[in-house]
């Protein structure tokens, strides 16, 4: 069972919810897909023990071939090649390794040459696994589809997804079996959650939600969540004891067996929600 | 002669427009003439490596020289490699600039300038959110 945590916006609480779900869940895996920031290790603490590299295949121009046709940089969609009057230069950092360059090159001047972007890192038992995309680097798709072989299908793996809604966010939502939507109750919330609620539904992916920093009045979300059937699967209340421990790595589930006996029951209730 | 100048407009009054990558046009303009025909720059809504195709869009055009605001690393590597010369130009129009040009008066590009801030670093216009 695959279970992913989004948000559209930043700041939420996805951390809090997919490591507290995958710290309450027996046989489950916690996938840190924020490749550009990932924060989980902060509070899982793993010893990460087993690492691979992640690289993708980029264009290389052999001079001595090349006919200076232009067809190279014509064909690619991401400015990744410009001719000259002297060479073909290539630009790495902006190739998004479709291969198109070297199906058009005639000439056959152009061989396909590794190039490292990122690492994924996992613990002994697989259960914290992250990617990271090295500094730099714009394009974090391909270490995306590199943790995707890190899931164990015989475990419960909770997809700590990016921000947003972008390419990354719906790459690591593909094959996933119920979302998690975490918002909260401020109208910067209620819109992002109205993009992530439409990428779901979009991508037929049965979710809920979880409000996180509710306070007295949660109205404008819960209007929301009636409206597009949405159940609230849990309310994280607005709280200094819950920031003051977050800040120190601990999450709600290590402080207190209240909530652990809350996120066990909604963990618990996941089975049941992803079948419908 | 040709020159191209990057500019806001499609007329040679219209002021040099300072971004290179981004830039709305690419004016070629026959200094001794002083006539000109308009490029639109269709890479400038480009999410990544518009200098870069602004840059083989200036070497397909065959000119002498280019007259700009700023250009960037990757642009400049690209530019670099031509015979084309490179000018910084001066906040005024496109006529303005190529009477500078003609009267020596502009500076040749020394240095590249980075990447420009607030179109993701170079890397696209907003970064997160905006892959692929």
Redesign the interface.
Known sequence: MRIAVLSGKGGTGKTTVAASLALVTANSQYIDCDV?EPNGFLYLTPEFSRSSVVKVRVPQIDESICTLCGAC?RICQ???L??????V?T?S??C?HCGACSLVCEAGAITEVDRRIGVIEADAVGFAVQGQLDVGE????PILDNLKIWIDPDRTAFLDC???????VVHSLEDCDYAILVTEPTPFGLHDLEIAAELVKTMGIPAGIVLNKAGNDNSIIEIFAAEHHLPILLKIPYSRQIATDYSNGVLPVQASSEWAYLFGELAARLPGLVRG | MRVIVTSTGSTIDSQMDPRFGRAEYFLIVDPDTMKTTAIDNASRHASGGAGIAAAQAIIDARVDALVTGHLGPNALNVLRDTKIALYEGVPSTVAENLNQLKAGQLKPVSASGSSYPGQGGGLGQGRRGGQL
């Open positions: 550009e940089a991401f400015n990744a410009a001719v000259t009057p002297k060479r230069l630009f950092e902006l998004h714009p394009v974090g798709i990016p921000p947003g809604a972008s390419c990354a």
